[in-house]
Structure formats: C-alpha cells, structure tokens
DNA sequence: TAAATTTGAAACCAAAAGGTTGCATAAATA
DNA sequence: TATTTATGCAACCTTTTGGTTTCAAATTTA
C-alpha cells in the first residue's frame, strides 16, 4: 500500500488530527473524542501518520501518547516551493511573514 | 466527491503532471505520452486538477493546452507553514533559501 | 481477584479512486 | 468528402480507503 506524506495529509481527519497533537501530546482515546468516527477509525488514522513518521508514540502504562512529528512534512514544504515562483510574486510579503515567525520563535516583545 | 488541493497533490501522476506543465503549456496526448497509462485516465487526473484550480484550460482549434495555476498550492503552503516551527529550527537557512529565491527571480548574475 | 479501561487488530462492508475499453463528436487534413 | 486526429465521457472493473463491529490482551483500579 502507498504510504507517503502526501498521501497522510490528504485526508482531513488526519489533518485535524495532526493539528490536535501540536502542542499537546493526547492518548488514542483522548483524540477519539473529538470525532463522531469509532475509535478503531481514529486509530487507525494514528497509525498512518505513525507509520509516516507524522506522529511517534510514547507508551504510558496501557495508554499511548501520540506526539505531532513535523519534520516529516518539509517533503510537502519543498514540493510546493518548487512553484512558489509561479504564484508568489511579492517575495518581500514572505520576508514580512519570515520575520513574523522569528519574532514568535525568539520571544514576543509586546502583546 | 470530496474535491480539494490536499487530495488533488495526493496522488503521485498528478503531481508529476504539474511539474511537465509547469514550464510550458502541453496538450492531453503530449502529456499521455508521458505515462504508461491511458488517455482517459490522464484525463481524469487532468479534471481532477483542473476542478481543483490547478491547471487551466486554453482551446486551440481540436486540442486543448493546459498550463499550470499554482496559486491553489498557498492552500497547502499555509497548512505547512503553521507547524514549521515545529520542525524549522534554522530559520536563517529559510532566509537563505529566500535569497536565493528572488536572485533567480531577479535576475542570476553569475553562472 | 474481579471489573473497568485502553489499546491492537482481524473480519467485514460500502464507497471512492484509478484504471480500462469503446464510442461519439469536432477539427484538421489528404 | 473521407480519413485522421484530439478530445469528452459513459460503462465497467479492481483495488484502496475509510468506516464498522467484535474480540483478545494488557494495565489499572475497586
């Protein structure tokens, strides 16, 4: 079966999944909730994007919790800059945007 | 039928197709000649795109050209993006990506 | 220890995806 | 005009996908 990153992140559960376990570890059950899908659905949603390299389990007792792995999408990141060029004319908006991002990363002065 | 941009770069014949079009326009049967497959299957994978925004259509007497439309992939691009910090640690090798960027934008001096 | 909780995974199902062949239509050409 | 070329699309098929129910195993907990 075709296992890649692309194909991981075309589905949008996965998606909210990935965007659920962020910036907060959850358990199977935990993520499960947050779906009208059963439990086996979710799971085995989790274990694609495990088996991806999206997401890494850390066993805890009978609990599994699952942790967003990102590196895995510069795949997609490099795939699309490719075309940036055809799209993105203003590169100085992206300059803006860069910096935004290392004033998040470095410390937020005001807010 | 579930019909976005995630699920339109999922599969990996179309994005080869959006890399053959990117640079120059090509008719179905150019693009046909490509692959192993059929016509009607690279015309499927055609409508997909183009349903999606990817690709754009200009008729020419019995053929029809198409030629890519990345603006869509910022879709995907700002997906990424969200969780770069999750991953990027090096945002100045990103800077460094940019300037390189928009020395091919503007212009290569030295080659 | 007995019961509840958390998970893995098998068996099964319907729908979607990706492919095919075949035919119709419109445009270009001999 | 008859033929070739380029395409749209229907009908059909197989595999994959995303879902379900069910059961077993391991870990907590009462």
Redesign the pocket.
């Known amino acids: 079966?075709?296992?890649d990153v692309f194909?991981a992140i075309?589905?949008p559960?996965?998606r909210e999944i990935l965007g659920m376990i962020a910036h907060k570890s959850l358990?199977?059950?935990?993520v499960?909730e947050q779906?009208?899908?059963?439990?086996?659905?979710?799971?085995?949603?989790?274990?694609?994007l495990s088996e991806c390299g999206l997401l890494e389990?850390r066993?805890?007792?009978?609990?599994?919790?699952c942790e967003g792995k990102f590196e895995r999408l510069n795949e997609v990141s490099d795939w699309v800059a490719q075309y940036r060029q055809f799209w993105e004319a203003r590169l100085d908006s992206l300059e803006d945007y860069l910096e935004q991002l290392k004033k998040e990363k470095y410390g937020k002065s005001s807010e």
């Open positions: 079966m075709r296992r194909q075309a589905d559960t996965r358990n199977i059950n935990a499960t779906f009208d899908v059963s439990r086996a659905a979710i799971y085995k949603h989790m274990k694609i389990i066993q805890k007792g009978r609990e599994r919790y």
